[in-house]
């Protein structure tokens, strides 16, 4: 399943983007992250939504991959930037075509998390 947000931005690009997302920083980006409990600049463990997880934080071109490695359901989720379009995407997926309704309630908010604190932090 995929999940998506977009957000209109204006005065980032890619080098901006990538700075900002570390995994140091979740908790402040996206409130569906707790705490970073061990941050070793590539991966580390994070407590989110559905427990303690470890993450891997992956550079693509245009933005960010984030992924947890352990997650039954194989989640991860993409943040690019699309200078043209002025817009950033959030991009979340799983390795399932379908699933409880509850769970995906939560991916859903997780993903409007992030697309809520990357529009606060750009002030849009």
Known sequence: MEFFEEI?????NE?????????????KLCQSINTV????QQN???????????INREELK???RFTLPNCHNGFAWTITIDTERNQL???????????D???IASIEQFIKDWSNGLAALHGT
Do not use: A
Request: charged share 30%.
């Open 101 to 103: 309704e509850d769970f």
């Open 15 to 27: 080098s901006d983007l990538k700075k900002i997302l570390t995994i140091k920083n979740l908790p």
């Open 8 to 12: 209109k931005i204006s005065n980032w």
């Open 62 to 64: 245009n933005g960010i």
């Open 89 to 99: 995407l959030i991009h979340g997926t799983i390795n399932k075509r379908e699933h």
């Open 44 to 54: 580390g463990i994070i407590y989110c939504i559905w427990g303690e997880f470890e």
């Open 37 to 40: 409990i061990l941050d070793k």
